[in-house]
């Protein structure tokens, strides 16, 4: 897209009153564009119209007007989450009007050097992590995104002297055409929104996106044991900074089996220890690689292997993803309301050496979660469904042979959900037990997002 000075006089048109569609709208009313926000929302539901109307913004909510989108239109604007078989975007795509999300428009504005972290899981993570790393080494990193603050509204501040760190979803990235990060880091790829994207062909291919503009200039940083990952070596163009716990490699950072360290080898024959793995601050070999991954950027940014060190023994991880809650009479809570794939809620099962209680089930994408059965059988001793998907999960249970299975099925709202779930969860336990949410769905089913989930759980657990 052209920068949005260049729209000064057109018309653009923004789709969706959230976060980023808010400081989009901001963003080219300033530079003199003609813009209209619209929201499938009810306006009662749209608390940030108010402010938009004042400024001179046109709104539009409760439907998408025919209107909306005519040849006149200069640029669509959507909310990433905005699926592309919406009228409004399929109109738009069929008149040739660019549409992008709010990534392309903030690189427009962006001078400092980007550093875009992408991936099915550990995205907030990894990103957090660098985050912490760049601001360790008094490299002023500006954290925004997914998390912290819509780039829209971050990118026009920052300057050269900056980092700007960027955790990027498939939906994101998929609506770009000229994004280009200096830095570019693809953690895993594992089957998910394919309800979205519609097959794993456009999900990969929106996740590639990350690299398609990058030169010989920039790194491109890969998990080098995940075989998609691999499949993009021969369309790259930056320099390659690989990732691995199973390889030993010679250029880039690896698990050493034998001392169970992280190894950065500098491709020159020179290999230097960072730490051992088992001094990480937050569990589980996913976790490991998160931090291969964010050291593998810093070290990239110019961070020294000390600093990058010290930031891994120190951080506890972030809300929502193996969070400890609390322990009562002997069981343990944990919050991995992250887990919006059966992936994530492997891994995190994983990380456990004993049996345990599982609180799983959301929204349902279409997935069999046949890919459960094998944890199931060896690792979970009881669980508890509830979502749209816990008939499923439930099924994959029974096959498994779990002797304890209950399912939450009436509730007066999510919050009643959840708290039936963790008191069923609570009778089957006994002390030394742990009682892990993990999804392996996302929350939209029932909750705005995976946080209110993660949020709701804790009150509850809270509350026993």
Not at 60 to 74: M, R
Not at 411 to 419: G, N, Q, R, S, Y
Request: hydrophobic share 45%.
């Amino acid at each position: 897209m052209k920068h949005p000075r260049e729209y000064r006089g057109l018309e653009v048109v923004v789709l969706g009153l959230a976060r980023s569609g808010v400081a989009a709208a901001k963003l080219f009313h300033q530079k003199g564009a003609l813009v209209t926000v619209n929201d499938k929302k009810e306006r009662s539901a749209c608390p940030e119209a108010d402010e938009l109307e004042a400024l001179g913004i046109s709104v539009v909510c409760g439907f998408h007007p025919e209107s909306l989108v005519h040849e006149g239109v200069a640029l669509v604007v959507k909310n990433p989450g905005i699926p592309y078989a919406v009228e409004p975007i399929r109109k738009a795509l069929e008149l040739g009007i660019e549409v992008v999300t709010e990534v392309e428009v903030a690189f427009q504005f962006c001078e400092a050097p980007i550093i875009g972290i992408t991936g099915s899981n550990g995205k907030t993570t990894t990103t957090t992590l660098i985050g912490l790393m760049l601001d360790s080494a008094g490299l002023s990193p500006v954290v925004a995104g997914n998390i912290g603050r819509a780039l829209t509204e971050a990118a026009p501040e920052v300057t050269a002297d900056n980092w700007m760190v960027v955790e990027l979803s498939s939906f994101q990235l998929k609506g770009t055409t000229s994004f280009r990060p200096r830095i570019a880091l693809l953690l895993n790829l594992y089957e998910t929104h394919l309800d979205y994207h519609g097959s794993m062909d456009d999900y990969i291919a929106s996740k590639a996106k990350l690299f398609a503009n990058q030169t010989e200039e920039d790194t491109a940083i890969l998990n080098w044991d995940d075989p998609v990952c691999q499949s993009l070596l021969p369309s790259l163009k930056a320099k390659l900074f690989p990732f691995s716990m199973k390889e030993t490699l010679s250029f880039g950072i690896y698990f050493d089996q034998t001392s169970e360290t992280l190894v950065y080898a500098n491709g020159q024959g020179d290999v230097t220890p960072i730490m051992p793995a088992r001094e990480i601050g937050i569990p589980g070999n996913f976790n490991v690689e998160n931090a291969m991954a964010a050291a593998a950027a810093a070290i990239t940014a110019g961070v020294e292997l000390t600093a990058i060190a010290d930031v891994l023994r120190s951080f506890q991880g972030v809300e929502h993803r193996l969070e400890l809650v609390r322990e009562l009479e002997g069981v343990t809570f944990y919050n991995n309301s992250k887990a919006t794939n059966a992936a994530a809620t492997i891994k995190s099962i994983e990380v456990f050496d004993q049996k345990l209680i599982l609180i799983a089930g959301g929204l349902d994408r279409g997935s069999d979660y046949m890919e459960l059965l094998p944890i199931f059988r060896e690792r979970i001793k009881g669980i508890v469904t509830l979502g749209q998907s816990k008939e499923k999960i439930t099924h994959i249970a029974e096959m498994a042979g779990i002797s304890s299975i209950q399912s939450v099925d009436t509730a007066k709202d999510a919050a009643d959900a959840v708290a039936k779930a963790v008191q069923l969860a609570w009778r089957m336990s006994e002390p030394g037990d742990i009682v892990l949410l993990s999804p392996a769905c996302a929350s939209w089913d029932m909750f705005p997002s995976y946080e209110d989930r993660g949020r709701m759980f804790k009150e509850s657990v809270h509350n026993l």
